[in-house]
């Protein structure tokens, strides 16, 4: 079973930053791609940032400049670091891995963490 382990949220203000992470575990050969979408209550479920395996990265527009995306490949990792925040970002931000579960498998899956809350307000 592969699991996904958020942490990092919480409340800032308009202005401020915020520390993501991510750590997948589990049964797994590789992992292809991580990222983070974020969902705000009544809203759909948005991309904000991705990283793939070689590291290509994608921002939403929205995003871009403010937040950077990393990862730690040896720990299974991925970082999200959230700069010039504003209440707009307010957001359940969720966390996913695409992963093989052996080496040449033409499977591909798809995990999603519990999600993180981040509330940005004054």
């Known amino acids: 079973q592969v699991h996904l382990v958020e942490s990092g949220g919480g409340l800032v203000q308009p202005g401020g930053s915020l520390r993501l992470s991510c750590t997948v575990s589990?049964?797994?050969?590789?992992?292809?791609?991580m990222g983070w979408y974020r969902q705000a209550p009544g809203e759909e479920r948005e991309l904000v940032a991705v990283i793939t395996s070689g590291g290509r990265l994608n921002y939403a527009d929205s995003v871009k400049g403010r937040f950077t995306i990393s990862g730690d490949n040896a720990k299974n990792t991925v970082f999200l670091e959230m700069n010039s925040l504003k209440p707009e970002d307010t957001a359940v931000y969720l966390c996913y891995a695409k992963w093989v579960r052996y080496s040449g498998s033409p499977t591909e899956y798809q995990d999603w963490g519990q999600g993180t809350q981040v509330t940005v307000s004054s």
């Open positions: 589990g049964s797994i050969f590789s992992i292809n791609g």
